[in-house]
């Protein structure tokens, strides 16, 4: 049973536009949401982080929008460079597990200069 | 400050044979986490330890996979005999016992990964 699902598996954009990489979530109790950054041969690292209590989170060309009601988040980038290409994973927590995260798919963004 | 060390990092083996995974967290980071990330795949928990206790194991397939964690720091994961199914890569992570401000929580840090064929 995935509690996070990311539906694109891949996304290309042109460099400079923007980018839109969406999260869908089940489980009412998660309360905090991060999205993770992978290059090839690399450990997923932190990229960005929302919680339950709000809506947007910005940092940089980074901005995580958090929709409840949908149980939806979104990861835009603005302006993509060519060095944003790599795989993007949500997860999720919950308030009574903070530490116990739950992985989407992972989205394979690709920016082409 | 040094992150997190994985080895070896790629490993071919035989079905029905046994492989061992290392893994030293970040210093001073009581909390540790086994992934396994099969292709296409996001990273899915097998194991979290708490300094040297197990904290949740609910994922690990007991029958072939064991871990240890001697000591709250290094740890190493098992799977003893494997299975084709078991290709994957093996990811480690650590983490702060507590968030202090859990408003800025940066989750796990993740080591490079062991890439493991079974064949």
């Known amino acids: 049973d995935q509690q996070v699902k990311q539906n694109s598996p891949s996304l290309s954009v042109q460099e400079g536009r923007i980018s839109i990489l969406n999260c869908d979530y089940t489980n009412s109790m998660f309360d905090y949401f991060l999205w993770y950054k992978k290059y090839p041969a690399e450990g997923p690292t932190f990229l960005i982080s929302i919680s339950s209590i709000k809506d947007k989170n910005e940092d940089g060309r980074f901005t995580v929008f958090l929709n409840k009601s949908a149980k939806h988040l979104s990861l835009h980038i603005v302006p993509s460079q060519p060095g944003d290409s790599a795989v993007y994973f949500c997860a999720a927590s919950t308030y009574y597990n903070f530490n116990k995260f739950y992985f989407g798919s992972g989205t394979k963004l690709n920016v082409k200069p | ?119």
Do not use: M
């Not at chain 2, 086994?34 to 097998?46: A, N, R, S």
């Not at chain 2, 507590?98 to 062991?114: A, I, L, M, N, S």
């Open chain 2, 1 to 119: 400050e040094a992150g997190v060390a994985q080895s070896p990092r790629y490993k071919i083996i035989e079905k029905r044979q046994s492989v061992a995974f290392w893994c030293n967290p970040i210093s001073g980071h009581a909390t540790l986490y086994w992934y396994q990330q099969i292709l296409g795949q996001g990273p899915k928990l097998l194991i979290q330890f708490q300094n040297n206790g197990v904290v949740d194991d609910s994922q690990l397939p007991k029958d072939r996979f064991s871990a240890e964690r001697l000591k709250g720091v290094d740890s190493t994961l098992k799977i003893q005999p494997a299975k084709l199914e078991d290709s994957a890569v093996y990811l480690c992570a650590s983490s702060l016992e507590e968030e202090v401000d859990r408003g800025h929580r940066r989750g796990q840090f993740f080591g490079p990964g062991t890439r493991l064929t079974v064949l």
